[in-house]
Structure formats: C-alpha cells, structure tokens
C-alpha cells in the first residue's frame, strides 16, 4: 500500500509566549484565541496586537496560525462575530491562515465578510459521518475536525468517500469531554456558565454524590473504594504509539487539544510528536525504535492517565478515573529563555516558579535534548544578587553553569 502523506502537526496556544514555544518546537500550525468567539475564555487568549505578532512570527518560520470562532452562538454574538472576521481579515502585517467554526450562522457570516478564508470546522459541529463532511465541503469547507467518538475504521471510511483535497483533522492528544463532542451542559446547569460559550467550569472532574428523591439531604457515596469515585473524570487521549494507524486512516491533522496549558506543555507535546512524525517518515523501523523515548518524554508534562479513547472501539471502563481528579506532574516549569546576553553570559526569564542558586535544574532544547546545568547565581533587574526568586512572573538574569539559547526551556523534576 501506497504510504500517505506526512500529517500536519497542529499544537494548541494561550499565549503570545506558549505561540512561541509551539513554533519553535515543531509545530507546522498553531490554533489560537482572541478575546471572543472561542470556546477557552478562561485561557490567557490573544489582544489583536499579540495575534498580529504572534502570526508574523509564525509565518516568519514557515507555520500557519488558525483562529477559534467556535462558540455555538446566540443572537447577540452575530454582529459582533461580523465585527471580528471584519478585524481578522484586515489584519496587518498579514491575517491567519484559517477560521476555526462550529456554528452554522457564523460560518454564513465569515464567508460574506471574508470570502477567501478557509474554514475548518470544529469538532464541536459532531462531525462523524462522510455525509457531513460532504455537506461542508459543499458549503466551502476546506477541513473538518472529526468528532472525538469516532474509530480510526470510521475514519479511513470517511477519506475514502470525500475528495482527496478536502482535509481531515483529529485529535490524538489531550483531555476527553464526557459530553459528545464536547457539547456539554454540566457547566451551566451548576454554576450558570456556558461551556459552548467559552466558559466551562469542568465539572466532570468533580466527585459526585447520588441523592434518592424521596430522601434529600441523604447523600450516598458512589465509590470503587472508600476514597470515592470520579464518575465522569475521562483519562486523557495519547496516541503517540500509534502514528502509523493514523497516517494510514488518512488522517491529515493531528490536533493537540490545550489552549490552556503552560509552554512546558506545549513545547513537550510538540518537541515529542515532531520527531515521531519525522521519524515514521523516514522509516517505521525508526519510529518503533523510539518509542520508549516518546513515552518518556510525554509523560514529563502535566497529565492524567492515558487513554486511547474510541480509536480502537467503543470506550469502556479503563478510560474513566474513578479515585481522584489529579494530575501526574513529573516537572516543574521555571521559565523560557527570552535573551541571552551576549558580554555576560547571563540568560533572560520570566520566572514560573520558584527555584534557589545552586539547583540542578533541566534545559529542554527544541532539538530534542535535555541538559543538566546547574543554576550559579540569579540577579533582579536591579543587578541585584538573589539566593531564590520568591515572586511570581519576576524578571530575572541567571547564570547557568553551561551555554543556553534563545527559546530552551527551563524546568526541574518535582520530587
């Protein structure tokens, strides 16, 4: 069988900062947020300003830049959306490369004001048939996200009855919705806010109780074990070993899901599926040898357990988490380095959390190496000799008992 084409790589963005990292890292595309329209408006999310820096600096390195508009929107989003495309497409020095859209009425809106951008269409739209990705095609969709209850057999089903140019784009690592493609009303139902309009409080992470109608007020644990049970609380989805059955499903985006998430995060997930990606296209012997190295790597982020979700079939009772809605979380995030300075040596952050002169701490290079060096003195804007960096997002000089460049990533195992 003919091998199909390489898929993008497609990482998730909060921040100007975590754009950054994601380029830098090996993205091929980043999906981001303005300040409306998105389904993230508790993320950092970008002003026009940082959206317009951040796709120059994007398009600078050869990386496409998509932008959510995927809420499911009410009457009073219509023309402010009309507003929005209107500032995206004018947007100077050079617009995004694609609107990301879940809403019929805002996709009919982002065709009249801007008729020449491509349109993905959100997993949000529950997009699990070819008949759907036909209706979109038809409409002028260039790519649909598939919905994540979907099997790789549904999914090579799909490639082979919609046109070859027409795009498919699924995620394959990242938080699982216990709601259908993430429509979900938990949220609104228990605080009042949205989460198909941006503003969800996650309460399928929460523990639950049940309460017999007859009887309120008397709780009954619904528990494994006596410390309780997380009843919606899905694993999260990893599908960093099976590469190949995605490239041959024909799948042509593999989506990152965290616009949330910090550049530590960011630059793991997109450092680790570049070299798998890059690695599988140069021979699966290749990929096979390295797999332990991408499980290693995965697991130094922030994460839940793993689950390969509903690609080899329906989900059953090993994707939930039922004693705990924690996170494993192996390192801890210390800074970016913004500068480095080219007479003292000393390197520029904005510090994350706390660390103290004379630590070992990791440098993660975008080239897929770590290096131990240790931290010889920390100094204030001030030139001010620090023993710790005690306060949030401080601006610091430090110098490192090694070289260091623009862009690698400073962390530090947690225990």
Request: hydrophobic share 40%; glycine share 6%.
């Amino acid at each position: 069988m003919m091998r199909r084409k390489k898929p993008e790589l497609l990482i998730p963005a909060s921040s100007l900062e975590v754009l950054k990292t994601a380029v830098v890292f090996g993205a091929d595309a980043v999906y981001i947020g303005g300040e409306a329209f998105g389904l993230r408006a508790k993320a950092k999310n970008f002003t026009a300003g940082e959206m317009a820096e951040g796709i120059a600096f994007a398009h600078a390195r050869g990386v496409k830049v998509y932008v959510t508009a995927n809420i499911l929107a009410h009457n009073d989003d219509l023309e402010g959306a009309r507003e929005y495309f209107k500032e995206l497409r004018d947007m100077k020095p050079e617009p995004c490369d694609a609107l990301i859209i879940s809403d019929p009425g805002m996709f009919a809106i982002a065709k009249e004001v801007w008729p020449q951008v491509e349109i993905h269409i959100s997993t949000q739209a529950n997009n699990t048939n070819y008949g759907t990705y036909l209706f979109w095609w038809r409409l002028g969709a260039k790519r649909v996200v598939t919905a994540r209850e979907l099997s790789l057999a549904e999914i090579h089903t799909i490639r082979e009855h919609i046109p070859e140019e027409m795009e498919i784009e699924s995620f394959v690592q990242g938080s699982m919705c216990i709601a259908y493609s993430g429509r979900c009303l938990l949220s609104n139902y228990f605080t009042g806010r949205d989460a198909n309009q941006g503003a969800c409080t996650h309460p399928c992470r929460w523990k639950y109780a049940v309460v017999e109608e007859t009887r309120p007020g008397e709780y009954m644990p619904v528990y494994e074990n006596d410390r309780g049970t997380y009843i919606f609380n899905s694993k999260d989805l990893c599908m960093i070993e099976y590469i190949p059955d995605l490239v041959e499903a024909g799948i042509d985006s593999l989506k990152v899901e965290g616009r949330m998430k910090n550049a530590l995060y960011v630059a793991t997930m997109a450092r680790t599926y570049r070299k798998a990606l890059d690695d599988y296209s140069a021979s699966e012997e290749i990929y096979r040898a390295n797999t332990a190295w991408y499980q290693a790597e995965i697991a130094k982020c922030t994460y839940r357990q793993y689950t390969t979700g509903f690609y080899f079939g329906r989900a059953d009772e090993n994707t939930q988490i039922y004693d705990n809605s924690t996170y494993v979380n192996e390192y801890i995030y210390l800074g970016m380095i913004e500068e480095v300075s080219a007479e003292s040596g000393l390197v520029r952050i904005e510090q994350k959390n706390k660390f103290f002169v004379g630590d070992r701490i990791e440098l993660m290079k975008p080239d897929g190496r770590n290096e131990r060096v240790k931290v010889e003195a920390i100094y204030n804007e001030a030139g001010e000799a620090m023993d710790s960096c005690p306060h949030a997002r401080q601006i610091l000089w430090i110098r490192l008992s090694q070289p260091a460049e623009t862009y690698d990533l400073l962390r530090v195992r947690s225990s």
